[in-house]
């Protein structure tokens, strides 16, 4: 793709950048409103069976998950015009979803801006090293990075380390307005927690909310892995790495199912978000199928993504991702070629 058509495929966002605020307002009412329903639900339910409980859970998972969207297009500004209402919004869904606004608005800039660019890895991204950065690692950073890439912690701690204690505390070289921020979000969570937990019961509270947690957090760290972790992804060093590339090429089209679609807020379509960021998750649709070019994206599904599961390493020679098998196989075949004499020519 030529300098000249990436200029051209930005510009052609440009039409939907731009938030509509009844669409806005009716995502916070089929949002909010059935999150606390079947939350209210799940907890009259109890005195009937724990098993229906849990399976309203799971349903209201789904909306946190959507809210979560609602948080994150209020962190680039593209839920409503106003950056007062996006900022006042953030917070609350926040609160709700225990991520600090300001933090995550700032790492999830970085993100952007970095995405796919092998060196400046490390700020809102998921960890992943290269094939020669892992041969070369210690014996103890394999061994964590081995844990980390494991789908049981990835997935199964994976919420509990991001979204209960890393989200609590401050990065370093924050601001003084993003360490405020912070402090606000933790003591709001901790405040709304022991309440609902003295009112209800901490039995109840913490089953419900910790199943609605657990089911909504895996599903969200799925998403951010599989948005760019996905076959004939695209990494560069930052010599050759381009925006628009990393944008097209390194974020997935994930097509869901028409439910998941809807409660994932059309996140699926991660390409272009991350060619505009500016564009509300409502259009987003929209803008891919109205631009040619994004229409011949690699599209995963529900079924090929599957794959990315066994995806660990980036192999910089092929540029693409590798497990841990191929890698051994990887090392042999070296080895081999390293001990076959080589003949000069005459």
Same mark, same amino acid.
């Given at each position: 793709? %030529?300098?000249?058509?990436?200029?051209?495929?930005?510009?052609?966002?440009?039409?939907?950048?731009?938030?509509?605020?009844?669409?806005?307002?009716?995502?916070?009412?089929?949002?909010?409103?059935?999150?606390?329903?079947?939350?209210?639900?799940?907890?009259?339910?109890?005195?009937?069976?724990?098993?229906?409980?849990?399976?309203? &859970?799971?349903?209201?998972?789904?909306?946190?998950?959507?809210?979560?969207?609602? $948080?994150? #297009? &209020? &962190?680039?500004?593209? $839920?409503?015009?106003?950056?007062?209402?996006?900022?006042?919004?953030?917070?609350? %869904?926040? +609160?709700?979803?225990?991520?600090?606004?300001?933090?995550?608005?700032? #790492?999830?800039? =970085?993100?952007?801006? %970095?995405?796919?660019?092998? #060196?400046?890895?490390?700020?809102?991204?998921?960890?992943?090293?290269?094939? #020669?950065?892992?041969?070369?690692?210690? $014996?103890?950073?394999?061994?964590?990075?081995?844990?980390?890439?494991?789908?049981? =912690?990835?997935?199964?701690?994976?919420?509990?380390?991001?979204?209960?204690?890393?989200?609590?505390?401050?990065?370093?070289?924050?601001?003084?307005?993003?360490?405020?921020?912070?402090?606000?979000?933790?003591?709001? +969570?901790?405040?709304?927690?022991?309440?609902?937990?003295?009112?209800?019961?901490?039995?109840?509270?913490?089953?419900?909310?910790?199943?609605?947690?657990?089911?909504?957090?895996? @599903?969200? +760290?799925?998403?951010?892995?599989?948005?760019?972790? $996905?076959?004939?992804?695209?990494?560069?060093?930052?010599?050759?790495?381009?925006?628009?590339? @990393? @944008?097209?090429?390194?974020?997935?089209?994930?097509?869901?199912?028409?439910?998941?679609?809807?409660?994932?807020?059309?996140?699926?379509?991660?390409?272009?978000?991350?060619?505009?960021?500016?564009?509300?998750?409502?259009?987003?649709?929209?803008?891919?199928?109205?631009?040619?070019?994004?229409?011949?994206?690699? %599209?995963?599904?529900?079924?090929?993504?599957?794959?990315?599961?066994?995806?660990?390493?980036?192999?910089?020679?092929?540029?693409?991702? +590798?497990?841990?098998?191929?890698?051994?196989?990887?090392?042999?075949?070296?080895?081999?070629?390293?001990?076959?004499?080589? =003949?000069?020519?005459?």
């Amino acid at each position: 793709m %030529t300098q000249q058509k990436q200029r051209n495929l930005r510009k052609q966002m440009a039409p939907y950048e731009k938030s509509i605020t009844k669409n806005s307002v009716l995502q916070l009412f089929n949002t909010l409103i059935p999150f606390f329903v079947l939350w209210i639900l799940a907890y009259q339910s109890l005195s009937l069976s724990n098993v229906l409980s849990f399976l309203i &859970c799971i349903v209201a998972a789904g909306f946190l998950v959507r809210m979560f969207i609602i $948080f994150h #297009d &209020c &962190c680039h500004y593209s $839920f409503f015009k106003s950056r007062r209402a996006n900022d006042v919004l953030g917070n609350i %869904t926040g +609160i709700l979803t225990l991520f600090p606004y300001r933090q995550w608005q700032h #790492d999830h800039a =970085v993100h952007h801006a %970095t995405s796919s660019n092998l #060196d400046k890895r490390g700020t809102g991204d998921i960890w992943l090293l290269t094939v #020669d950065e892992y041969l070369s690692a210690s $014996f103890w950073t394999r061994i964590q990075y081995r844990l980390y890439r494991n789908p049981i =912690v990835m997935f199964g701690l994976g919420p509990i380390y991001t979204f209960l204690l890393k989200n609590r505390f401050n990065r370093k070289g924050a601001r003084k307005n993003e360490k405020l921020n912070t402090y606000f979000i933790n003591i709001a +969570i901790v405040a709304l927690i022991s309440l609902l937990g003295s009112w209800l019961g901490w039995g109840s509270f913490l089953f419900i909310q910790g199943t609605i947690f657990m089911v909504a957090g895996s @599903a969200g +760290i799925w998403l951010f892995y599989v948005q760019h972790t $996905f076959e004939d992804s695209y990494f560069e060093e930052d010599e050759h790495w381009e925006y628009v590339k @990393a @944008a097209v090429e390194g974020s997935s089209f994930y097509k869901l199912p028409p439910l998941l679609q809807w409660l994932t807020g059309n996140i699926g379509y991660h390409h272009v978000h991350h060619l505009s960021p500016r564009i509300p998750n409502y259009k987003l649709e929209e803008a891919h199928e109205r631009t040619e070019p994004l229409r011949n994206v690699p %599209t995963i599904t529900l079924s090929t993504s599957l794959q990315s599961l066994k995806f660990r390493l980036w192999d910089e020679e092929s540029k693409s991702f +590798i497990g841990f098998k191929e890698l051994k196989s990887l090392k042999t075949s070296q080895s081999k070629n390293n001990l076959t004499p080589q =003949v000069e020519p005459k």
